[in-house]
T-cell receptor, first 109, second 117 residues
Framework: AQRVTQPEKLLSVFKGAPVELKCNYS??????LFWYVQYSRQRLQLLLR??SRESIKGFTADLNKGETSFHLKKPFAQEEDSAMYYC???????????FGKGTKLTVNP | GAGVSQSPRYKVTKRGQDVALRCDPI?????LYWYRQALGQGPEFLTY????????KSGLPNDRFSAERPEGSISTLTIQRTEQRDSAMYRC???????????????FGSGTRLTVV
């Protein structure tokens, strides 16, 4: 069965500091990985897809199949990055997503 | 419409009552999904549709839960004989096909917060 683990429930950093939100997954096939974000009082929205290898709002994430990880990174955190972040996985060819429990990121001034 | 619309935003119901949650996806989106999110957890898959056909309902927890999308647009998730453990945020999403990437992205609605008392 597929599983997504986000080991940190809460993460707090200061503005300008680097931030890394961890995501590990278990799946025997070739997964597709995503990061979703929910800002306060807003709906859940897609941040990144590993297949597109893009950088959004300064965030990047690299799929490491050897370590089964898809950590989300940003070199200089901003206060507006404070939000709930969810890592999610889908089996190739399936649209069903398996989500982690989420990490609440707080960026302090 | 401009986004995925869910109604009602909040629903409080008594145990044993039936509830119907509505989702209006983005116009033209073929696929529609239902997820449930308990407090402190990530969203959990319930079911999804391509057009009007229910493709996967493996996430529906029991036969009190059902969903339909009769005309391939608006969908209704129905919970019969509600129980307190059904209390959660119910999220709907629709998806588009992005040519060239081979992968979908979801657009979520604001969700319906269901409380069973």
């Amino acid at each position: 069965a597929q599983r997504v683990t986000q080991p940190e429930k809460l993460l707090s950093v200061f503005k300008g500091a680097p931030v890394e939100l961890k995501c590990n997954y278990s799946y025997s096939g070739s997964p597709e990985l995503f990061w979703y974000v929910q800002y306060s009082r807003q709906r859940l929205q897609l941040l990144l897809r590993h297949i597109s290898r893009e950088s959004i709002k300064g965030f990047t994430a690299d799929l490491n199949k050897g370590e089964t990880s898809f950590h989300l990174k940003k070199p200089f955190a901003q206060e507006e990055d404070s939000a709930m972040y969810y890592c999610a996985l889908s089996k190739g060819g399936s649209e069903k997503l398996v989500f982690g429990k989420g990490t609440k990121l707080t960026v302090n001034p | 419409g401009a986004g995925v619309s869910q109604s009602p935003r909040y629903k409080v119901t008594k145990r044993g009552q039936d509830v119907a949650l509505r989702c209006d996806p983005i116009s033209g989106h073929v696929s529609l999904y239902w997820y449930r999110q308990a407090l402190g957890q990530g969203p959990e898959f319930l079911t999804y549709f391509n057009y009007e056909a229910q493709q996967d309902k493996s996430g529906l927890p029991n036969d009190r839960f059902s969903a339909e999308r009769p005309e391939g647009s608006i969908s209704t998730l129905t919970i019969q004989r509600t129980e307190q453990r059904d209390s959660a945020m119910y999220r709907c999403a629709s998806s588009f096909w992005t040519p060239g990437t081979g992968r979908y992205g979801y657009t979520f609605g604001s969700g319906t917060r269901l409380t069973v008392v």
